[in-house]
């Protein structure tokens, strides 16, 4: 361990996995990244988890794409196919970037003049800056004609953006996850932040040691339940059941604050009546928690000085994921447990910049600033900034974009660092799409699952390579600065989606991302008083900000909301059974999720040699119940099969998993776990049942 290679050059920036936004240093000599350290950032105080710290030399990874690539003539898109990425010659042919990039457009342009704009879709990435993600929607709305443009949010938070934009009038967390030093009362639902948010989950720790009642609700018991107030390791799929029953408890028993409700709230008699049927003793029996302990829950809450709620996917990948929501934020409105120092509610965002990529508008129902798009009056002002016509209809999401494809209304799209063949639910369905479309262009840093069924391939820039600003969890606007040189001929992704505008006939003259963001941030109100400079010279500036030299709030909502009147909207909420059901021919549960080594569908974490060897096998968590039933001993194979696929993979005893569960993280090409999961879509977010559908495990005998 002692180090040989001592830096030339530091540069600071942010880290490119979980929305934590980690600020970083990083160390580079002769143009190769040595070692990363962290630095002093709003979110991170000098934190950093594993992969911030030892996530980083993918970059250097000899397959990273380094030539634009065009499909050779005559090769077949076949579904589910391998293309050694050392050895992508047997399919695609290396091309200029003029050659790529005008076949690129060329596809684009004979598509909409054949099949109309809507023939064309687009999915950006929220793991590119907001200036990429503000010029990917652009080029898509104003280029392409449609308002068929999503990105992973649709997977992770859709559900939970859907709830709070209808109950709180905004999209964005109310306070910071560092609020939690002002807390007393602290709820972490559905989320795993040891794995999923690591440095945030420190916060929580040290809440806990200094005193704070940590209350951990989920249906497997996660890491942080050592340092748990309460466990309440409810059923899955229960959510409603479980929440409701609090809520009955907080107004039956008159724990609601009262002036609260009455002054920044709207609804609340039809809401009082609706959970007056949802008693502690009628739902223990649903939910798994015994009515004592969901009342004595509820009125903890209710009485604390300062309690705050955060929510994971374990909340929002639901066909109930809005509804889910909607009981949080009742939860905090009825109690008044928002707009104060360690109050609020805070769905702990996924991706380093899902935040920002959806306030820069990369989802299909609204423009930047969560403006819709079926407004005309919103429509026109942006009309007259573009200088086009737009279309006054929303567009498709990601999974209707699918089914689009195979219903060939959709015919060609533009990916910008997203990766459906693994990150879309039942991908025998996705795959079979994607090897479907007439003209598909990837921009990527590697041949990725998707990209084997491109037409043409655009070699783009990982974190490290290119300048721009991205929006993490706490709403915290941070600077990403280039500290490495492009690989080969890659490039990054702002210019490529800039030359592929030109040649779509846009005149677009933006030189860099400090060109785009005035023009950005003129559309959305929240970045008033946050210039690019200002980023650049304070490194984070959290949004919104009152004035140039005035720090930006922590928290808001303290006097209301911005809704009509100012009110809070309290939304009933059913009980809704999952999608699937567990049967006799599938008597499991299958919920999927992370791991805190890899990151997503694994293209960078698998490329990265400590996280790789950390953990570099398909694993399938099951309880020790479940090892004993099927007659085996951890880590023998299993194979999980649902409706839709199968997957052998190796076994891992984990007693958070409750018997009945298993557990797969989704990173493993060689067992994808989304070729077993349920497309079906919450009605409100249209986002995937992740979290639940039925599955059948079986022991695969020795041989
Ligand atoms: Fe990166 Fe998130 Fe880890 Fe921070 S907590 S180092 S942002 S992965």
Not at 302 to 327: L, P
Not at 416 to 421: L, V
Request: glycine share 8%.
């Amino acid at each position: 361990n002692v180090r040989t290679e001592y830096p030339d050059k530091k540069v600071d920036s942010v880290c490119p996995y979980c929305g934590v936004g980690c600020q970083l240093t990083y160390n580079i000599k002769d143009d190769k990244l040595l070692y990363v350290d962290g630095k002093n950032g709003p979110a991170n105080e000098n934190r950093l988890c594993v992969k911030g710290r030892f996530g980083f030399d993918y970059v250097h990874n000899p397959q990273r794409i380094t030539k634009p690539m065009i499909r050779k003539e005559g090769v077949p898109k076949i579904p589910h196919e391998f293309i050694d990425p050392m050895n992508p010659w047997t399919h695609f042919r290396e091309a200029t970037w003029d050659e790529a990039l005008d076949k690129a457009a060329q596809g684009f342009l004979k598509i909409r003049e054949q099949n109309g704009p809507k023939g064309l879709a687009g999915f950006g990435s929220a793991k590119c800056s907001n200036e990429e993600a503000y010029l990917f929607q652009k080029l898509v709305r104003t280029g392409f004609g449609t308002n068929n443009v999503d990105h992973c949010t649709r997977l992770c938070h859709a559900s939970s953006v859907a709830a709070l934009l209808e109950g709180v009038g905004s999209a964005a967390v109310s306070a910071t996850f560092n609020e939690v030093k002002n807390s007393d009362v602290i709820i972490v639902i559905g989320s795993n932040p040891t794995e999923n948010h690591p440095v945030a989950a420190t916060f929580f720790k040290q809440a806990a040691k200094r005193g704070a009642k940590l209350i951990i609700m989920d249906p497997r018991g996660t890491a942080m339940k050592r340092h748990a107030w309460k466990l309440m390791q409810f059923k899955n799929g229960t959510d409603v059941a479980m929440l409701n029953a609090m809520l009955n408890v907080i107004v039956e028993e008159n724990l609601y604050d009262k002036q609260y409700v009455q002054t920044y709230t709207e609804g609340f008699p039809a809401f009082a009546e609706h959970v007056k049927q949802f008693t502690p003793e009628e739902m223990e029996p649903i939910c798994g928690i015994d009515a004592d302990t969901l009342r004595e829950v509820a009125r903890t809450f209710a009485r604390a000085e300062n309690a705050i709620i955060f929510w994971g996917m374990g909340v929002s990948q639901h066909t109930h994921g809005t509804d889910n929501a909607r009981c949080l934020i009742a939860l905090s409105l009825i109690t008044g447990q928002i707009g104060r120092p360690g109050t609020g509610l805070h769905p702990l965002r996924g991706q380093n910049n899902v935040q920002g990529a959806s306030d820069a508008g990369l989802i299909p129902m609204f423009f930047p600033d969560y403006k819709s798009v079926e407004d005309p009056a919103t429509r026109g002002a942006y009309e007259a900034k573009w200088g086009i016509q737009l279309d006054p209809k929303r567009g498709l999401t990601v999974v209707e974009i699918m089914d689009a494809i195979h219903a060939d209304t959709i015919k060609g799209m533009y990916i910008m660092g997203e990766n459906p063949a693994m990150s879309d639910p039942d991908l025998n369905h996705a795959r079979e799409a994607l090897a479907h479309l007439e003209h598909l262009v990837v921009q990527d840093i590697f041949l990725t699952e998707t990209a084997v069924y491109a037409d043409v391939v655009l070699p783009s820039s990982a974190w490290p390579e290119k300048d721009g600003t991205v929006t993490n969890t706490n709403r915290q606007v941070q600077m990403g600065r280039k500290a490495l040189p492009l690989p080969g001929d890659a490039k990054e992704d702002w210019w490529i989606t800039i030359e592929l505008a030109k040649r779509m006939g846009l005149n677009w003259t933006y030189a860099h991302p400090r060109d785009v963001y005035p023009e950005m941030a003129s559309m959305m109100p929240a970045l008033d008083n946050i210039s690019w400079e200002r980023v650049e010279r304070e490194n984070a500036v959290t949004y919104p900000s009152d004035a140039p030299d005035k720090p930006g709030r922590d928290v808001v909502f303290d006097k209301g909301f911005p809704r009509p009147g100012g009110f809070g909207k309290l939304v009933a909420a059913k009980l809704t059974p999952p999608d699937e059901t567990p049967d006799h021919d599938f008597p499991f549960i299958l919920t999927t999720g992370r791991q805190l080594e890899h990151w997503h569908t694994g293209s960078m974490t698998r490329r990265a040699t400590v996280l790789d060897a950390i953990e570099p096998t398909a694993i399938a968590a099951v309880s020790r119940g479940t090892i004993a039933k099927l007659g085996i001993r951890p880590g023998d194979m299993i194979r999980v099969s649902t409706r839709r696929g199968t997957v052998d993979l190796q076994s891992r005893q984990d007693d958070a998993v409750p018997d009945g569960v298993v557990f797969i993280p989704f990173a493993y090409v060689e067992a994808a776990a989304n070729l077993l999961t349920n497309p079906a879509l919450d009605p409100f977010g249209k986002i995937p049942e992740f979290k639940y559908c039925a599955a059948k495990v079986e022991a695969i005998p020795m041989r």
